[in-house]
């Protein structure tokens, strides 16, 4: 059974540009999260959506927002980049969205770097 | 807002010794998880405990959870080469899990 996959690995964009970075759940899983990985820090709740609609998101502006699609993958996008973007975005995937301690598989996350 | 620090931030150890990483929060979780990151991957569950003054054992590894459920402790025994990596710990609110809190992270180095 194939694992959360993100695309794509490595993505360079320059001050002011727009990112866009993508997330395949495993197969059967409705629920995807979004996390920030920036250098020396811990993860950093994003957004998460289940069942195609924005259920949470953490304390980043709203230049962050996102999508999830019929099929339950997902796209993260990032407006008006700032240097401080620039980090490891990680994509995580649940079966069961809500319930107690169900276990959220990442993938290898997307390295945006912001020159 | 709900927070986890986690110490040392950094460990570098010989083969062979025994350590502790520590995760502490003045708030209540419902249950804490541990997971190690490798480079270039994603974090990977390593355990969940949920019960106050749980313990649970994986091979040399071992999972505390407080008494109070605000802090949890890993203990590695004999420290080998492979368990180098960054270690995470995340604390799921009342909510429930869609919203881990994970602290900073523990970036641990094991020397042959």
């Known amino acids: 059974e194939a694992g959360v996959t993100q695309s794509p690995t490595h993505l360079i964009k320059t001050r002011g540009q727009q990112a866009t970075l993508r997330c395949s759940p495993i197969?059967?899983?409705?629920?995807v999260y979004w996390y920030q990985q920036a250098l020396g820090l811990g993860l950093q709740f994003l957004l998460w959506?289940?069942?195609?609609?924005?259920?949470n998101r953490g304390n980043f502006p709203p230049r962050f927002s996102g999508r999830q699609f019929p099929n339950y993958s997902s796209e993260l996008n990032v407006n008006a980049l700032e240097l401080e973007d620039s980090a490891l975005y990680l994509c995580?995937?649940?079966?069961?969205?809500?319930?107690?301690?169900?276990?959220?598989?990442f993938g290898p996350g997307t390295r945006l770097t912001v020159l | 807002t709900q927070l986890l620090e986690q110490s040392p931030q950094f460990l570098s150890i010989q083969e062979g010794e025994n350590l502790t990483v520590y995760c502490n929060s003045s708030s209540v979780f419902s249950s804490l998880q541990w997971y190690r990151q490798e480079p270039g991957e994603g974090p990977v569950l390593l355990v969940t405990v949920v019960t106050g003054g749980e313990v649970k054992k994986l091979k040399r590894l071992t999972f505390q959870f407080g008494d109070a459920r605000k802090d949890s402790s890993l203990h590695i025994t004999a420290a080998q080469p492979g368990d180098t990596g960054l270690y995470l710990c995340?604390?799921?609110?009342?909510?429930?899990?869609?919203?881990?809190?994970f602290g900073q992270g523990t970036r641990l180095t094991i020397n042959p």
């Open positions: 995580a995937s649940s079966s069961r969205a809500g319930v107690g301690t169900d276990t959220q598989y």
């Open positions: 959506y289940d069942e195609g609609e924005e259920r």
């Open positions: 995340a604390g799921i609110g009342i909510q429930g899990a869609q919203k881990l809190v």
């Open positions: 197969s059967g899983h409705t629920s």
